[in-house]
């Protein structure tokens, strides 16, 4: 622990851990009784005024006594020397002075580094007590390196200081011996986007992850080649894992915390039970290769829900955590909600009491499913918005944790063939940060917390003291719950408030008594009482510091911000517009602007209490003075504003990270995103994006003279005034107005479409000698055939796992030859349409509305027409399969080993003879398309001859808009192939969408923009008509080539369209962008 020399030790509450205890009821009793008015009276005259000599003198041998035995610490101290910043200190700890870290603090390890340790609060990371404030953001469904950067910007801008991570096998292990971590499958740009923006990383490589992605990660050939139980001690399992995992390790080891990376730990595999025996067996053959190689980083584990897995016993990990979605993953009602879990904290109490509290995963969102009744994620945004994100959030925070990663901030875009079958393209997740990365409603809310939180530290050691249902804390109206949170050194209190019954939507208005160093008394004392609006929280904080010296004595105004900036303690608070809130604070200098409208105060013994009244909307400046300045606001208003971190200059370690590189921040408000600032000499430079007029306000030092937004200065307008009225002292104040051009800016209709068939398959002459004679008698896949002749017709056990598979199967008709018998598993949402020579039969379809009527595979009869078959010769059997993923882990054994294909052929009289299989040309070993990857393309004839490429000749295809659907209203496939143009310049980043018709038809297509499939539109199912695509797949200087694969699976008129549509577009972006677009080749397409 580190004392500041400038605290006033009158004001410092060194207590005993026995004393923050829940369990000490008698004591907690006497420091929480109510308090005599007189009392209270004494006790804030003590705190203005000077303290008794016996007072001092009790403190100043406490202080003594603490001393000497830190220093007896010290020296008997085994632990090297590290640089620790006391939660209770807000110096700017570049300029502090290491100490040392006393073995008797209560650090624990995992024995192979002492960069992360922890103890029952929190990590300490490298000296440092951190709390650990992350959100979950996947590479592999933003598949342009350069953007991650503008994720981690935003994170970072939201008050984020950790990213988790999910790493994909089916990327990156394709095919055996293969380990490929190229373009968007690599780890390098991700760890260098992080140590740039001062972002921690847990990685979680699984090898299984969920994550709502086809076999939850796990690489598509292993699940039809090993014949062990997956995710178990299997021999030839882990004989499977080893090279995806030890490329992981490569990969990291250099990008670990100790090696000045931003790697903090690692999880083993996900959500996964510790029996039986085989489960933990395999955890430990897990941990033993990370164990036998150079990551030191601690071993982490997620467990499912409270259940006791991996904290001891084979396989247990250094760092245990749960995962919670308390609203689970339906969103057809967005208003209704499921309450608060309320044993949060006496789980961990009974499982884990001596590691902090860890959530690796928190609800962020929710994915959605397919089918017509789907609700999207707007109304998911909108069941886990704002109001979810202030009550369960702070509720979690209220249990003690200490470690929380909301899951998703970022969902992004599951393209490819990257979703498990239960969910569609999209996988924005109505997360805070949108699938076109634009910020939505749920972002300023995370922002107001995460500035708190990085404001701060006395939050990151807290002990839980106890609640209002339990009497250690007292309300005026029982309706209200607020459990009290105590850090042990510095006595800084934190009552989070919500309403008893959280789902409530009445408005509750109460007092709370609250324990001070200025005594025991009831608050507010001036206003009415603290409002919570329907499903609100709040923070009321006690004894809580900022800036250097400053104190707030208590406040029901919420905490945006506290720090210090060029020299002053800055304060910056928040409350409704509706109700009042009341801080008391001792407040220091000469005021040079004061009060404002809307506010009242009250002083006595040094001790002001300011009570902001309902209806206060912007920002108002309580107190300017040059040691202080204190400012108030709506909560919308805080929401605007922006606190960039000013990184350390020179060769500091970890330059840009919170805490360690630096201590030194500003306030911006205004810009639509603030995304970095930097000071050197006398100019602050903002980079950031617009989309529309603002006002600027900056707060910074106040020997900055010139401010330039992204490079151009900036010139103080007429109205710049509006900065000598908010702060006489580094303030300052102009007009942002982005480009009007740009912001006019109309996408290009998508027109002169070409057209050509791509089902020659069904044509009477087509050959399929050179496909794969799918001629297989046995199978690893657990699930065997229903019924046929022995064969197995599952794509994966012929490397066709991915989409599109085309299945022939030859057989000789007789007059008795009437009709067949199909089994086809395709997982829900799937469909198959079959042809017997060129005559179409019928389509199956899978079905999923909402996860409610789940159908994922058919077994059906197909009557052959008269005429359509060939008595005496060969005649065909073709089935078109939609492949929509294979499963992830369930309650039945090796659900990833899903039986995609056929699973019962038979004919009514007869025998088949051969059947041929074709999905992406090469199968999973030898695919083409080593950039776009393994799950880019499937077996579509136009796909296997590379029609939806970039430079592909379409010129001798007939003109045809894609509104027209198929020649002559035919079930079948066609490809649409456009091309257009963009101009966009650098600086300008513009979200923009591919918009299909939103109506229901019996149509299916895949959309292909440059060769990147990003969207699988069912029209018949839905939800998902609109498809975002990224800059760096668009070209926003040149030629775009659009490609649709139109599937016509009834013979009906169908009318799709498609538009290239835009959102907003924004002055800014991270810049860069390069594409990685690699146009047709001849070579290897048949």
Same mark, same amino acid.
């Given at each position: 622990?580190?004392?500041?020399?400038?605290?006033?030790?009158?004001?410092?509450?060194?207590?005993?851990?026995?004393?923050?205890?829940?369990?000490?009821?008698?004591?907690?009793?006497?420091?929480?009784?109510?308090?005599?008015?007189?009392?209270?009276?004494?006790?804030?005259?003590?705190?203005?005024?000077?303290?008794?000599?016996?007072?001092?003198?009790?403190?100043?041998?406490?202080?003594?006594?603490?001393?000497?035995?830190?220093?007896?610490?010290?020296?008997?101290?085994?632990?090297?020397?590290?640089?620790?910043?006391?939660?209770?200190?807000?110096?700017?700890?570049?300029?502090?002075?290491?100490?040392?870290?006393?073995?008797?603090?209560?650090?624990?390890?995992?024995?192979?580094?002492?960069?992360?340790?922890?103890?029952?609060?929190?990590?300490?990371?490298?000296?440092?007590?951190?709390?650990?404030?992350?959100?979950?953001?996947?590479?592999?469904?933003?598949?342009?390196?350069?953007?991650?950067?503008?994720?981690?910007?935003?994170?970072?801008?939201?008050?984020?200081?950790?990213?988790?991570?999910?790493?994909?096998?089916?990327?990156?292990?394709?095919?055996?011996?293969?380990?490929?971590?190229?373009?968007?499958?690599?780890?390098?740009?991700?760890?260098?986007?992080?140590?740039?923006?001062?972002?921690?990383?847990?990685?979680?490589?699984?090898?299984?992850?969920?994550?709502?992605?086809?076999?939850?990660?796990?690489?598509?050939?292993?699940?039809?080649?090993?014949?062990?139980?997956?995710?178990?001690?299997?021999?030839?399992?882990?004989?499977?894992?080893?090279?995806?995992?030890?490329?992981?390790?490569?990969?990291?080891?250099?990008?670990?915390?100790?090696?000045?990376?931003?790697?903090?730990?690692?999880?083993?595999?996900?959500?996964?039970?510790?029996?039986?025996?085989?489960?933990?067996?395999?955890?430990?053959?897990?941990?033993?290769?990370?164990?036998?190689?150079?990551?030191?980083?601690?071993?982490?584990?997620?467990?499912?829900?409270?259940?006791?897995?991996?904290?001891?016993?084979?396989?247990?990990?250094?760092?245990?955590?749960?995962?919670?979605?308390?609203?689970?993953?339906?969103?057809?009602?967005?208003?209704?909600?499921?309450?608060?879990?309320?044993?949060?904290?006496?789980?961990?109490?009974?499982?884990?009491?001596?590691?902090?509290?860890?959530?690796?995963?928190?609800?962020?969102?929710?994915?959605?499913?397919?089918?017509?009744?789907?609700?999207?994620?707007?109304?998911?945004?909108?069941?886990?918005?704002?109001?979810?994100?202030?009550?369960?959030?702070?509720?979690?925070?209220?249990?003690?944790?200490?470690?929380?990663?909301?899951?998703?901030?970022?969902?992004?875009?599951?393209?490819?063939?990257?979703?498990?079958?239960?969910?569609?393209?999209?996988?924005?997740?109505?997360?805070?940060?949108?699938?076109?990365?634009?910020?939505?409603?749920?972002?300023?809310?995370?922002?107001?917390?995460?500035?708190?939180?990085?404001?701060?530290?006395?939050?990151?050691?807290?002990?839980?003291?106890?609640?209002?249902?339990?009497?250690?804390?007292?309300?005026?109206?029982?309706?209200?719950?607020?459990?009290?949170?105590?850090?042990?050194?510095?006595?800084?209190?934190?009552?989070?408030?919500?309403?008893?019954?959280?789902?409530?939507?009445?408005?509750?208005?109460?007092?709370?008594?609250?324990?001070?160093?200025?005594?025991?008394?009831?608050?507010?004392?001036?206003?009415?009482?603290? &409002? *919570?609006? =329907?499903?609100?929280?709040?923070?009321?904080? #006690?004894?809580? $510091?900022?800036? %250097? @010296?400053?104190? /707030?004595?208590?406040?029901?105004?919420?905490?945006?911000?506290?720090?210090?900036?060029?020299?002053?303690?800055?304060?910056?608070?928040?409350?409704?517009?509706?109700?009042?809130?009341?801080?008391?604070? &001792? *407040?220091? =200098?000469?005021?040079?602007?004061?009060?404002? #409208?809307?506010? $009242?105060?009250? %002083? @006595?013994?040094? /001790?002001?209490?300011?009570?902001?009244?309902?209806?206060?909307?912007?920002?108002?400046?309580?107190?300017?003075?040059?040691?202080?300045?204190?400012?108030?606001?709506?909560?919308?208003?805080?929401?605007?504003?922006?606190?960039?971190?000013?990184?350390?200059?020179?060769?500091?370690?970890?330059?840009?990270?919170?805490?360690?590189?630096?201590?030194?921040?500003?306030?911006?408000?205004?810009?639509?995103?603030?995304?970095?600032?930097?000071?050197?000499?006398?100019?602050?430079?903002?980079?950031?994006?617009?989309?529309?007029?603002?006002?600027?306000?900056?707060?910074?030092?106040?020997?900055?003279?010139?401010?330039?937004?992204?490079?151009?200065?900036?010139?103080?307008?007429?109205?710049?005034?509006?900065?000598?009225?908010?702060?006489?002292?580094?303030?300052?104040?102009?007009?942002?107005?982005?480009?009007?051009?740009?912001?006019?800016?109309?996408?290009?209709?998508?027109?002169?479409?070409?057209?050509?068939?791509?089902?020659?398959?069904?044509?009477?002459?087509?050959?399929?000698?050179?496909?794969?004679?799918?001629?297989?008698?046995?199978?690893?896949?657990?699930?065997?055939?229903?019924?046929?002749?022995?064969?197995?017709?599952?794509?994966?056990?012929?490397?066709?796992?991915?989409?599109?598979?085309?299945?022939?199967?030859?057989?000789?008709?007789?007059?008795?030859?009437?009709?067949?018998?199909?089994?086809?598993?395709?997982?829900?949402?799937?469909?198959?349409?079959?042809?017997?020579?060129?005559?179409?039969?019928?389509?199956?379809?899978?079905?999923?509305?909402?996860?409610?009527?789940?159908?994922?595979?058919?077994?059906?009869?197909?009557?052959?027409?008269?005429?359509?078959?060939?008595?005496?010769?060969?005649?065909?059997?073709?089935?078109?399969?939609?492949?929509?993923?294979?499963?992830?882990?369930?309650?039945?054994?090796?659900?990833?080993?899903?039986?995609?294909?056929?699973?019962?052929?038979?004919?009514?009289?007869?025998?088949?003879?051969?059947?041929?299989?074709?999905?992406?040309?090469?199968?999973?070993?030898?695919?083409?398309?080593?950039?776009?990857?393994?799950?880019?393309?499937?077996?579509?004839?136009?796909?296997?001859?590379?029609?939806?490429?970039?430079?592909?000749?379409?010129?001798?295809?007939?003109?045809?808009?894609?509104?027209?659907?198929?020649?002559?209203?035919?079930?079948?496939?066609?490809?649409?192939?456009?091309?257009?143009?963009?101009?966009?310049?650098?600086?300008?980043?513009?979200?923009?969408?591919?918009?299909?018709?939103?109506?229901?038809?019996?149509?299916?297509?895949?959309?292909?923009?440059?060769?990147?499939?990003?969207?699988?539109?069912?029209?018949?199912?839905?939800?998902?008509?609109?498809?975002?695509?990224?800059?760096?797949?668009?070209?926003?200087?040149?030629?775009?080539?659009?490609?649709?694969?139109?599937?016509?699976?009834?013979?009906?008129?169908?009318?799709?369209?498609?538009?290239?549509?835009?959102?907003?577009?924004?002055?800014?972006?991270?810049?860069?962008?390069?594409?990685?677009?690699?146009?047709?080749?001849?070579?290897?397409?048949?």
């Amino acid at each position: 622990m580190r004392l500041k020399a400038s605290r006033d030790a009158s004001n410092t509450s060194l207590l005993q851990d026995s004393e923050r205890g829940i369990n000490t009821p008698g004591k907690e009793r006497a420091i929480l009784e109510a308090v005599d008015t007189k009392m209270l009276q004494s006790d804030i005259l003590a705190l203005g005024g000077p303290a008794s000599s016996a007072s001092r003198k009790r403190r100043g041998l406490s202080w003594i006594l603490f001393l000497i035995l830190s220093v007896l610490c010290v020296l008997l101290s085994p632990v090297r020397r590290s640089n620790i910043w006391s939660p209770a200190s807000h110096l700017d700890v570049s300029r502090a002075e290491p100490v040392d870290m006393p073995a008797s603090m209560g650090l624990n390890g995992n024995g192979r580094t002492d960069d992360v340790l922890w103890d029952k609060y929190s990590l300490v990371i490298k000296g440092q007590r951190v709390f650990i404030h992350s959100g979950e953001f996947h590479t592999f469904r933003l598949p342009v390196p350069a953007l991650w950067l503008d994720i981690l910007q935003k994170v970072k801008a939201a008050g984020f200081n950790a990213i988790s991570v999910y790493t994909h096998m089916v990327l990156i292990n394709p095919s055996p011996g293969v380990i490929d971590f190229n373009d968007y499958r690599a780890l390098e740009p991700l760890y260098e986007a992080a140590k740039q923006t001062g972002i921690w990383i847990v990685l979680r490589p699984g090898p299984y992850i969920n994550a709502e992605t086809t076999a939850g990660g796990i690489a598509h050939w292993i699940t039809s080649e090993v014949a062990g139980e997956l995710r178990t001690n299997a021999t030839d399992w882990k004989a499977a894992w080893q090279d995806y995992v030890q490329g992981i390790i490569t990969e990291t080891v250099p990008y670990q915390v100790t090696q000045g990376g931003p790697v903090i730990a690692i999880q083993i595999d996900n959500e996964y039970s510790q029996e039986p025996a085989g489960h933990a067996e395999y955890f430990a053959e897990l941990e033993a290769v990370y164990w036998n190689s150079n990551i030191v980083v601690p071993l982490t584990a997620n467990d499912p829900g409270e259940d006791r897995d991996w904290i001891n016993g084979t396989g247990a990990v250094d760092i245990y955590g749960t995962d919670s979605y308390p609203q689970f993953f339906d969103c057809s009602n967005p208003d209704v909600w499921m309450p608060v879990v309320t044993n949060y904290h006496s789980y961990h109490e009974s499982v884990d009491p001596g590691q902090p509290w860890y959530f690796p995963e928190f609800q962020g969102g929710s994915f959605d499913a397919w089918g017509p009744t789907a609700p999207g994620y707007d109304q998911c945004r909108i069941l886990t918005g704002a109001n979810f994100e202030n009550v369960f959030n702070l509720h979690l925070w209220a249990s003690n944790a200490k470690l929380i990663n909301y899951y998703m901030l970022y969902g992004g875009t599951s393209w490819g063939a990257l979703p498990f079958p239960g969910v569609y393209t999209s996988y924005d997740y109505g997360s805070a940060i949108a699938e076109n990365r634009e910020l939505t409603v749920k972002y300023a809310e995370l922002k107001r917390q995460g500035l708190f939180l990085r404001s701060s530290p006395d939050f990151y050691k807290t002990d839980v003291v106890g609640n209002s249902t339990g009497g250690i804390v007292s309300v005026s109206n029982p309706a209200a719950f607020v459990t009290l949170l105590r850090n042990p050194d510095s006595a800084a209190s934190f009552y989070i408030a919500r309403q008893k019954i959280s789902t409530t939507t009445i408005t509750t208005t109460f007092k709370l008594n609250v324990t001070t160093s200025a005594g025991k008394f009831e608050v507010p004392r001036v206003a009415s009482g603290i &409002t *919570l609006a =329907g499903r609100q929280s709040k923070i009321v904080v #006690a004894d809580y $510091s900022f800036g %250097s @010296s400053s104190k /707030v004595l208590y406040s029901t105004a919420q905490v945006l911000y506290a720090g210090q900036i060029g020299g002053r303690d800055i304060l910056f608070l928040y409350g409704d517009s509706t109700s009042e809130s009341e801080a008391a604070l &001792t *407040l220091r =200098g000469t005021p040079r602007i004061q009060g404002g #409208a809307g506010i $009242s105060t009250t %002083s @006595s013994n040094g /001790v002001t209490t300011i009570n902001f009244l309902p209806g206060i909307q912007g920002l108002i400046t309580v107190w300017d003075s040059s040691e202080q300045l204190v400012l108030y606001s709506d909560a919308d208003t805080a929401g605007t504003f922006w606190s960039p971190e000013i990184s350390a200059s020179g060769p500091v370690e970890f330059a840009n990270y919170w805490q360690f590189g630096t201590n030194t921040s500003i306030l911006v408000g205004g810009p639509y995103l603030v995304r970095n600032a930097t000071i050197t000499g006398s100019t602050l430079a903002l980079r950031g994006d617009l989309n529309e007029s603002v006002r600027l306000s900056v707060i910074a030092p106040d020997d900055v003279e010139t401010v330039t937004w992204n490079g151009i200065p900036i010139s103080a307008d007429a109205a710049a005034a509006a900065a000598s009225t908010l702060t006489s002292q580094g303030g300052f104040s102009a007009q942002l107005q982005p480009s009007s051009a740009v912001l006019a800016f109309a996408p290009p209709a998508l027109k002169n479409w070409r057209y050509a068939n791509s089902l020659p398959e069904i044509r009477s002459g087509f050959s399929d000698a050179n496909w794969t004679l799918a001629d297989h008698t046995a199978t690893n896949i657990p699930f065997k055939p229903y019924y046929g002749d022995g064969r197995v017709l599952y794509g994966c056990d012929y490397e066709y796992c991915e989409s599109a598979v085309l299945w022939r199967g030859h057989f000789n008709a007789t007059e008795n030859t009437q009709s067949v018998n199909l089994s086809i598993n395709g997982g829900q949402a799937f469909a198959a349409t079959v042809w017997v020579n060129d005559v179409f039969l019928s389509t199956s379809y899978g079905n999923s509305t909402n996860n409610r009527n789940i159908l994922e595979e058919t077994d059906d009869k197909f009557h052959f027409p008269p005429g359509s078959l060939r008595y005496g010769k060969d005649n065909v059997i073709t089935i078109l399969q939609d492949n929509m993923g294979l499963d992830q882990s369930g309650f039945v054994i090796d659900k990833e080993k899903s039986p995609r294909g056929v699973r019962g052929f038979m004919l009514n009289s007869g025998d088949f003879g051969e059947w041929r299989v074709q999905g992406k040309v090469g199968g999973y070993t030898n695919y083409l398309d080593r950039v776009r990857g393994v799950l880019n393309e499937g077996g579509l004839y136009g796909e296997r001859m590379g029609w939806h490429l970039p430079g592909f000749d379409t010129s001798s295809w007939a003109l045809r808009s894609l509104s027209e659907g198929l020649p002559d209203a035919t079930a079948g496939v066609g490809f649409f192939v456009t091309t257009f143009n963009l101009n966009i310049p650098e600086g300008f980043d513009v979200p923009m969408s591919f918009t299909f018709d939103n109506t229901s038809q019996p149509y299916r297509a895949q959309l292909y923009v440059n060769g990147w499939m990003m969207g699988k539109r069912v029209s018949n199912l839905g939800p998902q008509y609109q498809f975002p695509v990224h800059q760096g797949i668009l070209n926003y200087s040149g030629t775009n080539t659009v490609a649709v694969a139109l599937w016509a699976m009834e013979p009906t008129v169908i009318t799709p369209t498609l538009r290239l549509t835009v959102g907003n577009v924004y002055e800014g972006g991270v810049g860069g962008i390069e594409t990685n677009n690699p146009p047709w080749s001849s070579k290897g397409r048949r």
